[in-house]
């Protein structure tokens, strides 16, 4: 969750098969804090964290590849 002008949003993490959870917490931090940096609304940022989070832990590893899939469902980041 997160609190800006008064507003609380919460989003909840996917459902997905964890392989690894090293990395998640900073690629949720890093897609936040780069939503918010494009002028995202904060709503919007958290949806981006947890996509980026829900993604990371379904691989190995602290840095994976990202698929063309998670690519294009984060474009506007990337």
């Known amino acids: 969750s997160v609190r800006f002008g008064g507003k609380t949003s919460i989003i909840l993490p996917g459902t997905v098969p964890v392989v690894d959870t090293v990395g998640?917490?900073?690629s949720f931090s890093a897609a936040f804090l780069a939503s918010l940096s494009r002028g995202y609304p904060p709503e919007?940022?958290?949806?981006?964290?947890?996509?980026?989070?829900?993604?990371?832990?379904?691989?190995?590893?602290?840095?994976?590849?990202?698929?063309p899939d998670i690519r294009s469902r984060l474009s506007p980041l990337l």
């Open 24 to 26: 998640a917490g900073d």
């Open 44 to 67: 919007q940022a958290l949806v981006f964290a947890s996509t980026l989070a829900d993604y990371v832990v379904t691989q190995s590893g602290a840095i994976p590849e990202y698929s």
